[in-house]
């Protein structure tokens, strides 16, 4: 199994900027995939970034221009860059990996941190 564990969230004003990190531990050969989502109170959990073992990267059309996803391979960690953060990126965010095996998806998620924009 993997071990997802989220850090660098807190509370920043409209403007600000974050840098989130997502430590991978356990069985974490064939990730084929990590990435960022968050969730707002009373909404679904939506995708932020996403990053491939071969470092292709997807954004949400909000994230474009504001967030960078990036991996280092060597820390199995991945991060996401917010800048000119906005009220609307208030959520928690989580971290997920990705494997494959034979036909079958395997998600795992982090316990996720919460991002506060506010004056």
């Known amino acids: 199994q993997v071990q997802l564990v989220e850090s660098g969230g807190g509370l920043v004003q409209p403007g600000g900027s974050l840098r989130l990190s997502c430590a991978a531990s356990g069985i974490i050969f064939n990730i084929a995939a990590m990435g960022w989502y968050r969730q707002a109170p009373g909404k679904q959990r939506e995708l932020v970034a996403t990053?491939?073992?071969?470092?292709?990267?997807n954004y949400a059309d909000s994230a474009k221009g504001r967030c960078t996803i990036s991996r280092s391979n060597a820390k199995n960690t991945v991060y996401l860059q917010m800048n000119s953060l906005k009220p609307e990126d208030t959520a928690v965010y989580y971290c997920n990996a990705r494997k494959f095996v034979d036909v079958k998806v395997n998600d795992y998620w982090g316990q996720g941190t919460q991002v506060t924009v506010s004056s």
């Open positions: 990053i491939t073992s071969d470092g292709r990267t």
